[in-house]
């Protein structure tokens, strides 16, 4: 009985210590149980781009780059990219970000929470007739017609990028912050675009309204170099992760597409199509131009638009994308190198150089695709490349955002 009840002691003992440490683990390896759920996001204007296979290279009656763009096989990984170009309307909403900011910093709409941290009052509304705020708009002799009008030289933005290249090729000795860049642009559109690429050409109207008028809020916005494509890049990842629903889980940073993730997208899923559409013409059936273009010898209304169309224009491809050939040609993340594929990689190509501003001019190349409404329509072939320098702003080169896609689609199954 003695030895029964030494048992039974034992089994209890056991099943309590069992069930305490249920709350901690149970000895079997699971994995941190306390690890938020995922389910994916679903960013608003984006379509979900699933991984594939693509061959990139200039066609074969392209004599004199075959040499150079020999054909190739590569893979991407899923990705979101916008449905259309980035719209004067959206572009606005970043603009009008910096403006307030500005003038909240102005003003001292400051708030500070219990830890000491200071964060900016964006409850308090903002009075632009504030003469605080007068430093904000031109002065004196700057004034045309005595209109009060904003200074956008002050619309200036600090973006940050982190260069984990760097950072996987440094030494032990290398510090955190030696891969931690920082740069303060100008993020307001260079409207003088459209006078400046036309010589003996009257566009000033295009200079005056094009961003400003509600009439082009829903075309593609152009003016904007590169460098403030990715500031409108890293600013879009601020107010998604500022959003309290979105929390922390996406990781990941709205950015500029890279060149191939862009041919691949462009595609719709066609490999070797020659433009988005899949076909091998400009035309359809019925003699109807299928994008936005120079047709002919200049006639350019031919196609329904004499410059930019709405961004939604046309027909999409097949992965549900706009314009992906003409309307604007579109920045991509990737610098240009003429023999790049060459060297390449055939998974996720990416090829980058962040060039300074007193770097030579070769190193300033970005790689820039799919034509634009002044281009003939040999540069709206989906394996045309073409280059444009970071710092240069056209009337005729606009941008949308891409987002790598976090685990797998049902689509890549």
């Not at 035309?283 to 120079?294: E, I, V």
Request: hydrophobic share 35%; with cysteine; charged share 25%.
């Amino acid at each position: 009985m003695r030895n029964l009840a030494s048992v039974f002691f034992l089994g209890l003992l056991l099943l309590v210590g069992l069930s305490s440490c249920g709350r901690k683990g149970n000895g079997q390896l699971v994995g941190v149980l306390d690890r938020p759920s995922w389910k994916g996001i679903n960013p608003y204007g984006m379509v979900n781009i699933p991984s594939g296979t693509l061959i990139i290279g200039a066609g074969d009656e392209d004599i004199t780059r075959t040499l150079l763009a020999r054909n190739k096989a590569i893979s991407i990984s899923g990705f979101y990219m916008d449905e259309t170009e980035i719209t004067n309307n959206e572009y606005r909403q970043f603009v009008n970000w910096v403006r307030d900011s500005i003038a909240h910093a102005m003003l001292d709409h400051f708030i500070e929470d219990e830890q000491g941290n200071t964060y900016i009052d964006w409850d308090q509304e903002i009075d632009y007739e504030d003469e605080a705020l007068e430093d904000l708009f031109y002065q004196g002799d700057d004034r045309f017609a005595g209109r009060r009008e904003m200074d956008v030289s002050q619309l200036n933005f600090e973006y940050q990028w982190y260069d984990w290249k760097g950072a996987a090729h440094a030494g032990k000795d290398a510090k955190r912050t030696d891969f931690l860049h920082k740069e303060t642009i100008n993020i307001y559109p260079d409207t003088l675009v459209w006078i400046r690429d036309f010589a003996y050409s009257y566009n000033e109207p295009m200079t005056r309204n094009y961003f400003s008028h509600p009439a082009f809020d829903d075309y593609p916005v152009v003016g904007v170099n590169w460098k403030a494509a990715r500031a409108f890049s890293y600013w879009r990842t601020l107010l998604w992760n500022s959003y309290s629903g979105n929390g922390s889980l996406n990781s990941e940073d709205f950015r500029l597409p890279f060149e191939h993730e862009w041919e691949y997208a462009a595609r719709g899923g066609h490999n070797l199509a020659r433009f988005p559409w899949g076909g091998y013409y400009l035309r359809n059936s019925k003699g109807c131009l299928l994008a936005n273009f120079k047709p002919g010898r200049g006639n350019y209304p031919e196609d329904g638009g004499l410059y930019t169309v709405k961004a939604d224009a046309y027909f999409p491809n097949d992965f549900g994308l706009y314009n992906m050939a003409g309307n604007v040609a579109e920045w991509t993340e990737s610098a240009y190198y003429e023999n790049a594929y060459s060297f390449i990689h055939d998974l996720n190509p990416d090829i980058r150089f962040a060039a300074d501003d007193d770097a030579p001019e070769a190193d300033k190349r970005k790689v820039v695709r799919g034509g634009s409404w002044k281009d003939v329509g040999y540069f709206l072939e989906t394996g045309t490349r073409s280059w444009e320098f970071q710092d240069t702003a056209k009337s005729y080169i606009g941008f949308r955002c891409a987002l790598s896609f976090l685990g797998r689609s049902a689509k890549d199954f």
